[in-house]
Structure formats: C-alpha cells, structure tokens
C-alpha cells in the first residue's frame, strides 16, 4: 500500500494573497508533496493549506513552508479574530494510508528538531505528540496567544519548549507541531428556529461536558433557513463514529419534540467513515472493506504493475 | 479519470482445475487485463471469472478466453446444475469508471462480431445490449439448453442469433454477450425458523411479482443458524439501492413480529452503492463525492503525475 501522510499547516495570514501563494509554491516545489486543498479567512487572518506526501517527504515540505512563512509574516503586525502564536500556527500530521499514529508522533518529532535548528523558531508538540497531557489541547497552549507567550515563555516553565530555547522567535514566534487522527467536520441540522434547542443538544453530545469522548460542539442559528445547527468537529471517527453522533442527537431533538431536518459534511471526509456509516444502517455481517470493488480494483492494478 | 471496464465471462467447466487455469492464462496474457477473481463450482459445473481492462483490450481478453474455452470445453460432455448454452455461456461487459453503458453495449457488439467470424461460435445479445425485448433476459434465450438450442435454431425465427448463422459450434455452443450495470448480491437475514416468512418477502420485495423495479430475490433457510434469510442479486444499484430493499424488507418483517438480524454483501460491492446508503441515512444535505479524502487524493495526485 502507498505510503501517504496528510499535512494541514495553519498560517496567520488569510488576507494577502501573495503570501499565501508563495507559502503554497514552497509546498509543490518539494518533490512528491500534492496540493489537496487552501482555504484563507481574511476575519480570521488565517489560512489552511492541506497537502499529501510520503512520510520521508512530509517534514521537508513543512519546513519549506514555515521557513517561507517566517520570512513574509510578522506576528507583531498581524491582527485576526482567530487566536495565534506563530506565523506559522500548527503543524498537525495525520495518517492517511500504510502508515500508523507512531509514525506520524516521530514526524512531528522531526519536524519540531528543524524548526528550531534551521529556522530559529521554538516548538510545543501537541494532541499525539504531546509531552505532557496539558498539551494535548492546543487551546491550552495557545493561550495568551504570541504577545503572551513572548512575555511569559522564559519564566514560565510551563511554557518551556519541547524544542528549542525558552524564547520566542521575535517574528514568527512558536509552532504547534503534533500528531492526530483525520478530522471531519460534520453538522446536524434541526427544524427549529430556537437555537437554545441547539446549544442544549450540544453540551449532550459534546466530551466537554459528559458527552462522546471525540465529540466537539457548539449550537448555532441558521438565520435564512430558520432553523439551527449542532456543529460538531469529529477529532476521531473511529473511536466516535458519525453515525451515534448523529442518532444521539436526533434521540436529543425528540425530547423537545425537534426533528432532524438534514446533515452536512464540511470538507473532506475519509471513505472508511461512510462505510462505517453503511455498515452500521444495514447490520451489515462479516463485511469486509476488501469486499469494495475500487479497493480490489487497486489492489490488483497494483499488484499487476509490481 | 482512467477508463476502466469490467468483464464477468462464465465457463461451463467447474471440475477441471486445469481447464480455467489455461482460461485465466488467456486472459492475463491480454496486456493491461487485470484478473480480480475466479470462483468454480463443482456442482453447477460453472466458472466465473472477473478480470478488468481498457475498454480497447476488454474485447481481446474475452475473445482469448472464449478462444480457450471452445478449444477445451465440449458440450456434449458436460453436466451440471447450472443451466448453459456455450462453453462460454455469457460474457457481460460492465461499466466501472470512465466509460457509459453505451460504450459497454459497442464492446459486447464487437465482441459478438467476432465470436463469429474468428471462433465459429453465433451470439445472442442480452441485457442492455439486447436486439429485442424478449432477448433482455437471459433465462429466456437459455431454454432448452445447448441440446434444446442446437435442435431449434435453424427453424425458429426466435432462435435466430444476432451474429452468425443459424447452427450451434458443434462443441462450444452458442454465447450471450451483453452489457449491463455492476450487481450486487445482498442478502438479508431475520430472525425466524419460518422459511414461509422469506419467501413471502422475496415476493413483495422482487420486482417480478409487483416490487422493487431492479430487484431478483428468493427465500432461502440458513439451518446451521435456524434463521431465514431473503437472498437478493440487485441488478441495477443505483435504480433501486440497497438501503431501499433493505428498509421495505425490514417493515414486511414487521407485519410478521420477525427482526432483521442482519445482512451481507457477497462479493464486489460499488463503493458508490455504499456511500448512497451513507446518505440516506444521514439525510445529507449538499454531499458530494469529491469531498471523500481518497477521491480528492487520487484526483491530485493523477493531476501532478500528468
């Protein structure tokens, strides 16, 4: 099986264009590394840049990156709603195909030694990576943002480096590197214009406060369409699969007498968790993914070129 | 995205080993033809063998394994269960990525054309492919058998092949070609001894006696389990998908007090049918399969090699 990484740098910057597309070149000009995916929030001033590559290419084209980003970005100009701390924000490696979690925790090893040692920038390792399990949340890390850390980092020693002297690079200041699972970003949508219905069914489902343990949520208005959201971020579809997710929330909605009116997934999704979902619906005995046509198609196109 | 199409020839060989061994040979010498399966059985005395291919190297696969199989294969001599006409008794051409049922129905044409003019063997096309109403299926053009076609072909108008002359290969028979969507054999289980039970579902869920438009479906008891099961081949998935037959089996077995206990793809399922059945039980709104991580990926990563 190919060997592929997934890597979704942050970047504190989502208004300038240019930067952004210089940050992206440093990307494709290492070899093997492919472009999934940019996305700039200039409320934010942040951007999301995705890209694949094999595990011994990944760390090369994030360090291109955070090396060109360090060069166009100074945090000490830089204003957004969404919190920061480094020009280049987080540095998250997750594993897509033929590769576990251990290897992507050694890639944000790797990845943590060069920033300091090649770009002069500090490094926290955190979610899978994390040293120590206060790290493991990024909020936690990320608090007091650039300003707060610079000030704090060298008499704080819950702020030390896990790479890296006790100071900020005084442009672009320090880098969450670690390790996760994919992500999926999926809403459940409910028919009522209350949003109090939503934040409710929120802090049910949510980890935070007694829910499913991968299960981030927040309730929102969909003001044009009159009803409201469950939003939800997935950190771990398999340890908390779509699916109860959704039947939680939909068992949630009928105690206020709400119904489900839809869902939506934001973004990608990995194809294993639609197959669970599909597993799950039909009961589905003894299936096994090799049993999918496309997955036996690749394998012996594979196997026929080796 | 890359052309592929599948093929499913069915020989009436199921005891000599050797016999499908030179078959599949035939077909792997076809450069670019990828063999995903072969699967004998002694008492239907039958092979079915899976490859995929080009849609230009599709026509000469089936052709080399038709070649072998009239070489090896006589009629005359053969028993089974399974009802046949041909040594190689049908060839379906399936469309899988990049290529329309159109294109499959020109291959098994050209395909027939020269079962005629290379093999000596006539065609019946069947299915998509078919000439007539009454050729679609393909228990209709196999009544009688070989025995019962050899005596009949030259005097009945119904008899008469789409390609070739009016008289069966003396040894190989005569041969169904056809194009027709990818099927999947879905079974469903309840939790009954009653075998009575499945065969009333089977009959309000196929299509034949009032149901589901692309459903075949009978009534099966599994006795080391003491269950029944309602055995389906869903000849068009995308018509009539799985969750469909699945949730009108499910409230049929209401009406008799029986839970479904479970149900099982055998064999190659489209990953298409399984993310329909995501869907629908989600109720997503706006999905698309391009935001499937694996989709997105190939599609970079066939942009960046081009």
């Excluded at 592929?4 to 597309?21: L, M, T, Y």
């Excluded at 899978?128 to 949340?137: F, G, I, L, Q, V």
Aim: contains cysteine.
């Amino acid at each position: 099986m190919r060997q592929i990484v997934e890597c979704i740098p942050n970047f504190s910057e989502g208004r300038r264009a240019e930067v952004i597309d210089q940050i992206v070149s440093a990307i494709k000009s290492v070899p093997g590394a492919v472009l999934l995916d940019r996305e700039s929030d200039p409320n934010h001033n942040r951007s999301v840049v995705t890209f694949v590559a094999s595990p011994d290419r990944a760390v090369d084209a994030a360090i291109a990156a955070a090396k060109k980003a360090s060069e166009l970005i100074d945090l000490n100009k830089h204003a957004g709603e969404h919190p920061r701390m480094g020009a280049t924000d987080v540095i998250p490696f997750v594993p897509i195909s033929g590769v576990t979690m251990d290897d992507c925790i050694a890639l944000a090893r790797a990845c943590g030694e060069r920033m300091w040692s090649e770009l002069d920038i500090p490094v926290y390792l955190y979610e899978k990576a994390a040293t120590r399990p206060d790290r493991e949340n990024l909020a936690n890390l990320r608090k007091g943002q650039f300003e707060g850390i610079r000030d704090d980092i060298a008499t704080s020693e819950a702020r030390r480096p896990d790479f890296g002297e006790p100071r900020v690079h005084p442009t672009a200041g320090i880098t969450a590197v670690g390790a996760r699972p994919p992500l999926i970003a999926y809403n459940v949508n409910l028919g009522t214009p209350d949003v109090e219905v939503a934040n409710k069914i929120a802090r049910a489902v949510r980890h935070q406060s007694g829910g499913l343990r991968y299960v981030k949520a927040l309730g929102f208005e969909l003001k044009d369409r009159g009803i409201v959201q469950v939003s939800m971020n997935m950190v771990n579809y398999e340890g908390t699969p779509l699916f109860r997710a959704f039947e939680m929330i939909k068992r949630e909605a009928e105690r206020y007498g709400v119904p489900v009116v839809g869902s939506e997934i934001v973004g990608l999704v990995p194809q294993h968790a639609l197959n669970a979902v599909a597993d799950f619906y039909l009961h589905l005995e003894n299936f096994s993914e090799d049993q999918i046509l496309e997955h036996k198609l690749a394998a012996a196109m594979e196997e026929a070129e080796a």
